[in-house]
């Protein structure tokens, strides 16, 4: 699809693939046990806070209004975000499994502290980095992680209720937050401008109908090598896919998300050690919730963000970080299996 849309861009997608794929190996060759990264759960939630502060600091890049990327000239741009979502599941993995008990028995500042500072980091992400998706993605994640491990409800509610008002709070006071939710309400109200992206890709799926032009037969690039859909190799890929393969193929794409999700569901219902569970269920809903924002985005059910489809859109940093992700599912599975035969020989 990246060849579709970009063909010069299809050679260094295959590159990062490759080395993707060489450094899942190497993850699992090496490291064999993730409990090794329990061990070191505070220097990797710092390293991943770093890489979101040097992300939004003077040596970040801004993009389309966002703030996500940090871009080494001549050499390569990076996405930390796509690391630090990694990062940030394996600490939180580590710590809600170490006070779970007195977070699902007692409240105290104490241990809600860590809690309200996520809160905190959160919404600073939403100002500093102009993007509601990076934001959401880790309040989200961090919230389901929290009511799993301690099976309260009122984690997910108050806390949920706590990011809306922060978020409601930032709207009011943030001029591009400000756009960027008008235009998810009505893009006709700009449509030369800030609109025109989306109701593009709008244009581009009802073209598909339900069986879609067929592959490389919708009318995506013009003839000067543009797209018509402005980025359509990133963050509006599923627009074509939808406009090539129609409702059915879209469908299709999002099954496959879904089936990715519940293999990883099901290898936490299969661990039988604490955080080997919270990290399989977290590495999954993060992975689940970053295609339900940027279809979201896509389809206008959610504002747009600057987040990739995993494994579809263009992007190395993306496909590094989502590798990374499959080799922890795959050790922890691994280990889950190994577990179980051995209580089933004694």
Request: net charge neutral; proline share 4%; aromatic share 12%.
């Amino acid at each position: 699809m990246v060849y579709r849309i970009k063909p010069d861009l299809a050679g260094k997608q295959t590159a990062w693939f490759v080395v993707a794929l060489v450094l899942m190996s190497l993850l699992v060759v090496f490291v064999r046990d993730h409990h090794v990264l329990e061990r070191y759960k505070y220097v990797i939630g710092a390293a991943s806070v770093l890489a979101l502060a040097i992300t939004i600091s003077p040596l970040g890049t801004t993009v389309n209004g966002s703030q996500l990327w940090i871009r080494i000239p001549g050499v390569v741009q990076i996405q930390p975000g796509e690391f630090a979502k990694i990062g940030i599941v394996v600490f939180l993995a580590a710590y809600l499994r170490e006070n779970r008990e007195l977070l699902s028995l007692k409240l105290s500042p104490k241990h809600l502290g860590p809690l309200a500072l996520f809160w905190l980091l959160s919404l600073g992400l939403l100002v500093l980095m102009n993007d509601f998706g990076t934001s959401l993605l880790f309040y989200g994640s961090f919230l389901l992680l929290v009511y799993v491990a301690t099976g309260r409800a009122w984690y997910p509610i108050v806390g949920g209720a706590a990011f809306a008002a922060g978020a409601a709070f930032i709207y009011s006071t943030s001029g591009r937050i400000q756009e960027r939710v008008d235009v998810w309400l009505d893009p006709w109200s700009r449509p030369d401008t800030t609109g025109y992206q989306p109701l593009q890709a709008l244009f581009a799926m009802s073209d598909g109908g339900l069986f879609g032009r067929g592959l490389g037969q919708a009318y995506v690039v013009g003839e000067n090598g543009s797209t018509l859909i402005p980025d359509a190799q990133t963050d509006f890929v599923f627009a074509v896919i939808a406009d090539e393969f129609g409702f059915v193929g879209a469908v299709g794409l999002l099954m496959l998300f879904v089936v990715f999700a519940w293999r990883g569901f099901a290898i936490a219902a299969a661990c039988r050690d604490g955080f080997s569970k919270l990290l399989a269920f977290g590495l999954s809903a993060v992975f689940a919730m970053q295609a339900i924002i940027i279809v979201g985005g896509v389809v206008r059910m959610l504002p747009l963000t600057g987040q990739t489809l995993p494994f579809v859109s263009y992007g190395g940093s993306s496909l590094l970080a989502n590798w990374m992700l499959v080799a922890l599912l795959l050790m922890i599975s691994h280990h889950a299996a190994v577990q179980t035969e051995r209580e089933a020989a004694t």
